[in-house]
């Protein structure tokens, strides 16, 4: 009897070691188990940031060209828009110039005219002048 209760405290302190050896192992898987849903969750959070980071930036990237094709338009257009102005500037001047070319032209034949009038008065003032002077001397 007493050695099969030796046997059974033996059997008894076997069974107790190995109950807490695999429940320090339970423990430790337990713990692991943490550390592993831990990281776990730690990683998708992270990839989630990934996620809305990387989706942010495709999002202002694709605004940023939007933007930029916009303002190459607005340039584009303002550069037609300038040129327009300076071919219409262009032609102003040429006008102008023509048309101050014709008024001075006007005015030299208008001046050349005025002089032509008072050569000839001139030369009628003179003949006049002579015929007097004819009539004078015969007189005397």
Request: aromatic share 4%; charged share 40%; glycine share 0%.
């Amino acid at each position: 009897y007493e050695q099969d209760l030796r046997k059974l405290e033996w059997d008894h302190a076997d069974l107790q070691n190995e109950f807490d050896a695999k429940s320090q192992s339970l423990s430790l898987a337990t713990m692991e188990l943490r550390q592993a849903t831990e990281e776990n969750r730690k990683r998708r959070a992270h990839d989630h940031f990934s996620d809305a980071l990387r989706s942010q930036h495709r999002q202002t990237t694709k605004r940023l060209k939007h933007d930029l094709e916009a303002l190459r338009d607005e340039r584009d257009q303002m550069e037609q828009d300038l040129l327009a102005k300076l071919a219409d500037a262009r032609q102003n001047v040429r006008q102008e110039k023509t048309m101050r070319k014709w008024e001075s032209q006007r005015a030299r034949a208008k001046c050349q005219a005025e002089v032509l009038e008072l050569r000839t008065e001139l030369g009628a003032a003179e003949q006049d002048s002579e015929a007097r002077i004819r009539l004078v001397e015969q007189e005397m």
